[in-house]
C-alpha cells in the first residue's frame, strides 16, 4: 500500500455530511508503468475498505461509464462502455487498474474533454477568467514548455484552453460522482435503522481520479474547479530519480516515489511528430 495513502483520507466521519465525500486526484507520468501499478493498488485498498465511490479517469471521456455493468464483466464490454481508444491509451497499461475497480462493483466513469469540444475550447475566451492573472500565465507557460517551445506562439492561447477546459471536465465529472454518492447514502439513510451499519456507508467515501499530473496541480487543475461538496487531496507520482523543485512540490497535498519510468528523449519525439 503506498505510504502516507490511509493518511489522506479520514477513517471515519459523521453521515449524511456533504464533506465526507473526498475527492482523491492521483497525478501520473502516463509511459511510468509502476505510477499504473500504483493507481491499481490504491483502487483495492479503497474498494477493500468500502471506501471507493467511483473511479474517474483521464483516459476515457466523459459521460462513458461502466456503472450499467456488473463485476462479472468483461474487457471488451468494459472497453465497449468506456469507448476506449487503445491507440491514446494502451489497455495493457490501465486495464488492470479498470478492472480492478469494475470486479469490486466500483463504477468507473470518462472524465476528460470530448475531442469533439476541444475546438469550441480553443476559440472559448471565457475559459481565460477560469484562473486568476498569475495562475494562467504559470500555464500558458506549462503549456509552452511542455511543448518543448516548439508550438507557434499563436497556439499557446489556444491549447492553454483546452487544457483549462479539460481540468474543468474533470471537475465536473468528480462532482456528479460526489452528488450521486451523496444521494446513495442519503437514501441508504433514510431506510436502513440500523445507525451502526448507516454510518459505515456514509463516512469517508472517495471518488478517485486518474490523471496526468499537470491535471493534479492544485494551483492550477482540476482542484482549482472544484465546487462544494468534496474535500480534494491531490497526489504526484514522482520518479525516485526525477527532479522535483520545492514549488512543484508544494503544488500537491503529497508527493509519492515510484521507480523510474523510461528513458526518453520526449522534445526529439515531438519534434518529429511536428515535422510530419
Same mark, same amino acid.
Given at each position: 500500500? !503506498?505510504?502516507?495513502?490511509? $493518511? ?16 482523491? @486526484? ?11 501499478? @500504483? ?8 474498494? &477493500?475498505?468500502?471506501? *471507493?465511490?467511483?473511479? #474517474? @479517469? ?7 461509464? =461502466? ?5 462479472? $464483466? ?21 486495464? !488492470?487498474?479498470?478492472? /480492478? ?12 474533454? !470530448?475531442?469533439?469540444? %476541444?475546438?469550441? &475550447?480553443?476559440?472559448? +475566451?471565457? *475559459?481565460? +477568467?477560469?484562473?486568476? &492573472? ?23 492561447? !489556444? %491549447? ?9 471536465? %474533470?471537475?465536473? +465529472?468528480? %462532482?456528479?460522482?460526489? $452528488?450521486?454518492? @451523496? ?19 456514509? #463516512?469517508?467515501?472517495?471518488? *478517485? ?28 507520482? #514522482? $520518479? ?7 514549488? =512543484?512540490? /508544494? ?7 515510484? *521507480? ?17
Amino acid at each position: 500500500m !503506498p505510504t502516507g495513502l490511509l $493518511a489522506l483520507l479520514p477513517a471515519d466521519a459523521p453521515p449524511g455530511n456533504a464533506s465526507t465525500v473526498n475527492a482523491l @486526484i492521483l497525478g501520473e507520468q502516463h509511459d511510468n508503468a509502476d505510477h499504473q501499478q @500504483i493507481q491499481r493498488v490504491v483502487v483495492e485498498t479503497l474498494a &477493500a475498505r468500502g471506501q *471507493l465511490a467511483a473511479l #474517474a @479517469i483521464e483516459m476515457a471521456v466523459a459521460d462513458t461509464s =461502466t456503472a450499467q455493468l456488473g463485476p462479472q $464483466a468483461s474487457e471488451t464490454e468494459v472497453k465497449n462502455a468506456l469507448n476506449w481508444d487503445e491507440a491514446a491509451w494502451p489497455w495493457k497499461a490501465y486495464g !488492470p487498474t479498470v478492472m /480492478a475497480a469494475v470486479q469490486r462493483g466500483v463504477p468507473v466513469v470518462g472524465a476528460n474533454l !470530448p475531442r469533439a469540444a %476541444m475546438r469550441e &475550447a480553443m476559440a472559448n +475566451t471565457a *475559459l481565460d +477568467t477560469r484562473l486568476d &492573472a498569475a495562475a494562467l500565465q504559470r500555464q500558458n507557460q506549462n503549456i509552452r514548455e511542455g511543448h518543448c517551445d516548439l508550438l507557434p506562439a499563436s497556439q499557446i492561447v !489556444p %491549447m492553454t484552453r483546452v487544457q483549462i477546459a479539460r481540468d474543468v471536465a %474533470m471537475a465536473q +465529472t468528480i %462532482m456528479r460522482m460526489v $452528488a450521486r454518492t @451523496i444521494a446513495q447514502n442519503a437514501g441508504h439513510a433514510l431506510f436502513n435503522t440500523n445507525t451502526s451499519a448507516t454510518r459505515s456507508s456514509a #463516512a469517508g467515501k472517495t471518488v *478517485l481520479l486518474i490523471a496526468g499530473s499537470g491535471h493534479a496541480d492544485n494551483t492550477l487543475g482540476v482542484a482549482r474547479h472544484l465546487g462544494a461538496g468534496a474535500t480534494v487531496k491531490s497526489v504526484l507520482l #514522482a $520518479a525516485q530519480d526525477s527532479e522535483v523543485d520545492a514549488n =512543484t512540490v /508544494a503544488a500537491y497535498d503529497a508527493v509519492w516515489p515510484s *521507480l523510474p519510468g523510461p528513458k526518453k528523449d520526449y522534445c526529439a519525439d515531438l519534434k518529429g511528430r511536428l515535422a510530419k
